[in-house]
């Protein structure tokens, strides 16, 4: 099964700077983009098969008629692999299952797809191509918000104050670049293929009042509109949940259709964390956890309306 072939691998990928819906920057203008996570995927899995093989990188780049260096920057995803010399790796390695090798094929292909994200590749968004990337391939994404509400359904004055506040220094007109970065990820929602989105979201995130009440309140307003698409769930974590699954924070999981594995992102300051197999596993039991004690859809509903109505009784107080 290629599932057992692709799904063993821990991947990394450290940007210059922090990428998360939490944190602001999306990684520093100017610098120069690492290797993607396909690259990295499809790399990894290359190495796997050459070392089964007991051939050296200096035998396989004789074989497609590259040195030993240009092998070692395709095994690390430097180099993104073509899919001509991904099929004749596979030769060389005696890969011979038809599953395996189509599902690194295509692999190899989504490598050099062009997505709507490229026509930002001057602001070098880093992990976030990435990011952006699965949300395009999932089925389906299960994210829980214990800080903000998540990227894909935050209003542009929201996102505006998240992003600016994690990043006092950056200049206007970089954070707007980021902001639209982010509402155009958001269109993922209304494409043909859209994704199922199932959120928790930490009921301290409805009482953090960011951007002003203005803000917030127009902010929880479109989360309860969102709540009404056929593809759309956001579940409550009450304060009476107490102590629970994921108390280091947010973690987003990416239920990925073949050939690729389900996969679990943290996002932090130095950037994100992506894992598979076992590790994915690890945050799905989080994630279900945190799924048994969050209120219901209609209760969730409820307590994110009150908390809309608290905010217009406040609003109508201070006239």
């Known amino acids: 099964m290629l599932d057992e072939v692709v799904g063993v691998a821990l ?8 990428t998360s819906d939490v944190n602001s920057k999306e990684t520093a203008m100017g610098a120069k983009r690492g290797p993607t996570l396909r690259a990295q995927w499809l790399g990894k899995h290359l190495r796997d098969f050459r070392e089964s093989a007991k051939l050296t990188l200096k035998q396989a780049g004789d074989y497609l008629q590259r040195d030993a260096g240009t092998i070692s920057r395709l ?26 090798r189509d599902g690194l094929e295509q692999i190899s292909r989504d ?5 709507w994200w490229d026509g930002y590749a001057t602001d070098s968004l880093g992990g ?8 395009t391939r999932t089925a389906g994404i299960r994210s829980y918000g214990a800080m903000v509400v998540p990227g894909l359904l935050q209003t542009r004055d929201y996102a505006q104050a998240v992003i600016a506040a994690g990043d006092a220094d950056a200049p206007g007109e970089q954070v707007e670049r980021w902001v639209q970065f982010r509402m155009d990820r958001q269109r993922v929602l209304d494409a043909e293929s859209t994704p199922n989105l199932e959120i928790i979201l930490d009921e301290a995130v409805l009482h953090r009042m960011i951007g002003g009440p203005q803000v917030m309140r ?7 509109q969102a709540m009404n698409r056929p593809n759309v ?18 973690f987003i999981i990416f239920d990925m259709p073949e050939p690729y594995s389900d996969v ?3 996002e932090t300051r130095g950037g994100a964390v992506y894992t598979e197999a076992e590790g994915a596993e690890n945050f799905a039991r989080a994630y279900d956890s945190l799924r048994s004690v969050a209120l ?12 809309v109505d608290r905010l217009r009784r406040a609003r109508g107080r201070s006239m």
């Open 75 to 100: 095994e690390s995803g430097v180099i993104p692999a073509r899919v001509s010399d991904v099929l004749a790796l596979l030769n060389l390695y005696g890969v011979g299952d038809q599953k395996v």
């Open 11 to 18: 991947i990394c990928l450290v940007p210059a700077s922090g």
């Open 296 to 307: 219901t859809r209609d209760e969730s509903a409820a307590v994110i309306r009150g908390a």
């Open 218 to 224: 127009g902010q929880l307003e479109h989360l309860s």
């Open 128 to 135: 976030l191509f990435d990011h952006a990337w699965l949300e």
């Open 264 to 266: 679990a992102c943290v």
């Open 233 to 250: 769930t956001v579940r409550v974590l009450p304060f009476t949940a107490g102590a629970h699954a994921s108390p280091e924070g947010s």
């Open 111 to 115: 490598i050099w797809r062009k997505g």
